[in-house]
């Protein structure tokens, strides 16, 4: 039967079917998720909505047209904005029902339409009507030669497309190259193509069929791109894919011939547990990518060679190290003072200085540590200072002995080709502690010594500068590590022997000697109790009175420190504990008198001056290592053929200097202070230093020799109790020096009563405090004349 074809609103309807004729005002709406239908294709539609499927029984019982529209944002389950504006009028030929509750419907579309107004239907809850305006489209004519190769080369492209995806149907190549109507192929490539809503819509939207002929191969153009694009994507990954599976097939052969040969333990056991660690640790970036080099080696040794273990020792120090690991910082500046003077008794500058140092840590914690120096004679507590300064602190706290060390290895490392190799001593002390912001106390840094091996003193100049030390190498780690952040303490007896450039690194804190009264309340305090309870008796089986023990400060210590007063009070407490366990007892307490019997005669005696009872013998003050001491300078005359001058008693070429001036001076001199002008023609003079197997050096015994040599010329005898120290001029100037608070300390210890210093010392006499000078008074003098009238006694109380 011949079909009749009228066209209704610009839409060609059959008339000759069963279909009702389409209400443009009243379209039911099939609504799409991810399809575009193109007019004159036929497909089939899955519907997965309740509504949808109503729908589409509704229209194919009836023979109604339905608008068939697609959503621009799929997600959305019940659209009513969300609708492109352009569709298809179409039928639903049939309706299948497919096992497993799913239903699908053939539909054929017929013309475009443009969607003016959409509301819900009345009949159907959840599906959408709309008011549509039908839009006919123009035929392509294949007269046009454009629009021929046009056709040619949609259809070529859209065959590779197909074969290059699995979106689309494989039986659309036959479709594609059995249709003869380009205005049909052109729908029905552009309703398959994998493309985007969006593009597809844009396509639909264009009235002429060559317009949309030119939109669809650029889409398909651009997803042929894409499509290639993935592709090798794709083959790249299943290649790495490949090469992955296979390493890893042959890495579990090597697994399983290892765990053959060493079990449990192995490389793998020790790489596994070294990347552990170091994943939990804050590794530098540089850092990181050596110890997976570094980490990659171990691997290729075997287990029983040296190399391996050589390499394990080097990662497991890595691992060690405390990378990025910091104690909290202090916050209690009360606590740390209670710290510091529960510790030691007295020091209060180099208290106030660590304090000052608390409050920059806890102003500004991650502020740069400075390095101190803390410059003191033995005994007096440096070393244990350290060990306080670090509980106030809250860190971590490491001593490392520098006492006769020569190698610089020490301090650097060694290099790791050398066998036995292991890092330096500042990073073993890093290790160990477990932070990178300890106290590290550098005990004895003026007893390093330096030969063929290196000098170590040099080694110190980059870890004590804190312009450097955030940059360390140590030879044996080989990777730089922050010591910006620890705080280190040197400790020496004397900066003499120190080299200039480490003393400037420095900040250097003086610690002077104790009063016999300090050190009175530091055996109270400290030393008694804590031999006491070393010694496991009860307090009150050893009890001291305070004339005991100034007598024991007195005459059987001869120190600035409390280092010999500690062992002679142990000495007291072992024999007080004898006696209690062989069921004697000492009396209690135990008094100055009884000091004879438990530790024998005084070695010491208080008054070690010579008095002045004979003209030549003056007293000086010197500064030793231990602290300060009296010196004594003795001159004889005798006769001999010409002048001559004989120095003994050990000393320096400084000393010997200052011997020759002081002579030179008396003989330039000689007129001025009444002695005779040939007092020294043809006489010997000998100036004598007692306890001559000691060396003595040093400018500061300068107008003590000139005062012994004016004494032993003019017969005036020194006055009592007067001791002195200066350096002097072939002028007559005297000179400041150094050491004046131990100095001042070894004459109360001397039980001198007056001290002759320098007028230029003045100062730094003022800055003792009044306790060290209680019963002594510091007479200040700038000229040889002024100490001669203030050690002397006149003429004629000599005679």
Known sequence: MNKEIVTV??????????????????????????????????????????????????AADRHIYIGVVAQTDPEVEFPTDQLCDYGVIAEVVKVLEIPDDKTTAIVRAHGKCKILDVRSMETIHGALEATVKPIKETKARMTDKEMVALVSTVKDTAVKIVKKTTEAPPEMVLNIVDISDPTLLINLIATHMPLPISAKTEILATPRIKERAYRLLTNMARSEQMLDIAQSIHDRTRQKISEQQRNVFLQQQLESIREELYGDEGPDADAANLRKKAAELDMPEPVVKIFERELSKLSRYAPQSPDYSVQLSYLELLTDLPWGKNDAPV???????????????GLEKVKERILEQIAMLISAPSSHAPIICLVGPPGVGKTSLGQSIATALGRKYRRVALGGLHDEAEIRGHRRTYIGAMPGRIIDALRRCGTSNPVILLDEIDKIGSDFRGDPSSALLEVLDPEQNCRFHDNYVDVDFDLSQTLFIATANTLSSIPAPLVDRMEIIDISGYLPEEKTEIARRHLLPRLIAEAGVDAGDVNLTDDALAALIDTYTGESGVRQLEKRLAAIVRKIVLRKVSGQSWPQPVDSADLNGLLGAAPYIRERYEGNDYAGVITGLAWTAAGGCVLYVETSLSPSKGEKLTLTGKLGDVMKESASIALQHVRSHADSLGIASDALTDRAVH????????????????????????SALTGRRPKPRVAMTGELTLRGKVLPIGGVKEKILAAKRAGITDAILPEANRKDVDEIPDIYLHGLEVHYVSDAAQVFDLALLPTETAD
């Open 687 to 710: 100036i004598h230093v007692p306890e001559g197997a000691i060396p003595k050096d040093g400018p500061s015994a300068g107008i003590t020799m000139a005062t012994s040599i004016v």
């Open 331 to 345: 916050s209690d500046i009360a606590h740390a003072h209670e710290v510091l003077d529960a510790d030691h008794f």
């Open 9 to 58: 609103g610009q839409i060609e309807v059959d008339m000759t079917s069963s279909m009702a004729e389409p209400d443009f005002n009243h379209l039911p709406l099939l609504t799409t998720r991810d399809l575009v239908l193109f007019p004159g294709v036929t497909i089939p539609i899955s519907l997965g909505r309740e509504f949808s499927r109503e729908l589409a029984k509704m």
